[in-house]
């Protein structure tokens, strides 16, 4: 069945570092890759939409690269800010739908 | 700005209730979605249509049923609640049919007692 795996552990990292997400998936190719943030008692915020021929997107300080032989996508906060303190979901789609992965908490302190 | 809204925030109901869980978007979209998420397990699909009167089973449907009567607005209902339906309950909206992006309300925290 089609899984998607995300580090269920939280990564912290300190204010001004890179913080890098990983998202993996089995047994689809997906089309597209998106990633959404989500705060504590929210819905999810769509954030990037990356499709298979695009390799690498970029926007602002977030930048999301999609390796189709890997089957992963990496997701990169760069100069990161308590701010960005929340859990990133990925979702490859399938045909008509989204699969979501369960997210990483990301802390960024001070 | 897109904007998804649902009924209410937080709802308690007992075992057997039949529960009516509301979302309305003002973008005009043609999708929308019905998910649960619970800890550990993610979000889940239960139900999405594409148009007025239409709509597809998700992973998770058992339990529930769905009602699109107008384009902005799409129901969940929940015939006869159960305690293993205690979850956040999450309404999504999107543009195009396919897997584009999906806007979410802000999820309606269901207790069932």
């Known amino acids: 069945s089609q899984k998607i795996e995300q580090n269920s552990e939280a990564l912290n990292i300190q204010e001004g570092k890179t913080a890098t997400l990983t998202c993996n998936y089995t047994?689809?190719?997906?089309?597209?890759l998106q990633w959404y943030r989500q705060d504590p008692g929210r819905g999810p915020v769509f954030l990037l939409l990356i499709r298979e021929n695009e390799k690498e997107k970029r926007k602002e300080r977030l930048k999301v690269t999609f390796d189709t032989t890997l089957k992963q996508s990496l997701f990169h906060i760069t100069a990161s800010q308590p701010a960005d303190s929340a859990t990133y979901l990925c979702a490859p789609d399938t045909t008509d739908k989204l699969i979501f992965g369960t997210g990483t908490r990301l802390q960024v302190f001070p | 700005d897109v904007k998804v809204t649902q009924s209410s925030r937080y709802l308690v109901k007992r075992t057997g209730e039949k529960v009516f869980l509301e979302c309305v978007q003002d973008?005009?979209?043609?999708?929308m979605f019905w998910y649960r998420q619970d800890p550990g397990l993610g979000l889940r699909l239960i139900y999405f249509?594409?148009?007025?009167?239409?709509?597809e089973k998700g992973d998770i449907p058992e339990g529930y049923s769905v009602s699109r009567e107008k384009k902005e607005r799409f129901s969940l209902i929940l015939e006869s609640a159960s305690t293993n339906q205690t979850s956040m309950y999450l309404c999504a909206s999107g543009p195009y049919r396919g897997a584009y992006e999906q806007y979410f309300g802000p999820g309606t925290r269901l207790t069932v007692t």
């Open positions: 249509s594409y148009d007025v009167k239409m709509k």
């Open positions: 973008m005009d979209h043609e999708n």
């Open positions: 047994n689809y190719s997906p089309a597209y």
